[in-house]
């Protein structure tokens, strides 16, 4: 899990210097579905419930040109 969230925290500062502060916003104008979901169910193992959960990536992205306002600096 760590190394996910290092991971994660540097591909956010990436983003941020690409598209500047208001990278949220540009995520958000852009978004009109999600494109990975989740599916959640619960799996008995010797008389408990965990819960379990899956993934799957339904349709494509279309964040092609996210980035580009700056010129590529």
Not at 39 to 67: C, H, M, R
Request: charged share 25%.
């Amino acid at each position: 899990m760590g190394d996910t969230m290092k991971t994660s925290s540097f591909a956010l500062t990436e983003a941020k210097y690409v598209a500047g502060e208001n990278i949220k916003h540009v995520v958000r104008e852009n978004v009109s579905t999600a494109a990975l979901k989740v599916l959640s169910y619960q799996e008995n193992i010797a008389g408990v419930e965990l819960p379990k959960f899956e993934y799957f990536i339904d349709g494509e992205t279309n964040n092609d040109l996210t980035g580009l306002a700056r010129g590529g600096q």
